[in-house]
């Protein structure tokens, strides 16, 4: 077991010195070797691989989402578009100039609905996607890897997204080298 650790640790510093140098700085041998051992049963590798196998879906969802609405904005805008021409060969002459004003209006009144709903949900699926995180930094805080707590720090995060990707790579030599 000590044999391990030890391989752990080799494999983990040597993963490190792929992390960008701002964040080498901030982490500790404390926090590798810890790292290290957390790693050694291989629970760490799937509590990862789940939450990003969960990410990938919940992206894939919103992505889909926005999708949807876009194409119903899509689908609005040919359909208004179509009333108006049809609106205009049926118009008579003297009438033009209003009826082309008003769907001026009514185009640009659908134009400004379509930004509002399409900003409502940019700002719904950012807030879904911080309530992933949270539920990340959660999940990996109660299974113990070192550096993982709930926090909005913008430098902690990019602490935590390294921490994540030497994770990765660390199972990833695990995996080629068979270890486990």
């Known amino acids: 077991m ?40 291989g629970t760490v590798f799937e509590i990862v691989q789940g939450l990003l196998e969960i990410q990938h879906l919940t992206e894939k969802n919103l992505y889909n989402q926005r999708l949807k609405l876009h194409s119903e904005h899509r689908a609005l805008k040919q359909e208004l578009l179509k009333k108006h021409k049809e609106a205009l060969q049926n118009c008579k002459t003297h009438n033009m100039a209003v009826l082309r004003a008003a769907q001026q209006r009514e185009l640009e009144t659908l134009e400004q609905r379509v930004k509002d709903e399409q900003r409502m949900m940019d700002e719904k699926i950012v807030l879904e996607l911080d309530q992933k995180v949270i539920d990340q930094q959660n999940t990996l805080e109660k299974a113990g890897v070192p550096g993982f ?5 913008p430098q902690e995060l990019t602490l935590q997204m390294n921490l994540l990707e030497l994770i990765l790579k660390m199972q990833q030599k695990v995996t080629e080298s068979g270890i486990c």
């Open 149 to 153: 707590y709930i926090t909005t720090n």
């Open 2 to 41: 000590v044999e391990i650790v030890r391989r752990g640790d080799r494999q983990t510093v040597k993963s490190v010195r792929s992390v960008a140098c701002s964040c080498q700085q901030r982490l500790s041998y404390d926090i590798l070797s810890n790292l290290a051992l957390a790693l050694i049963d």
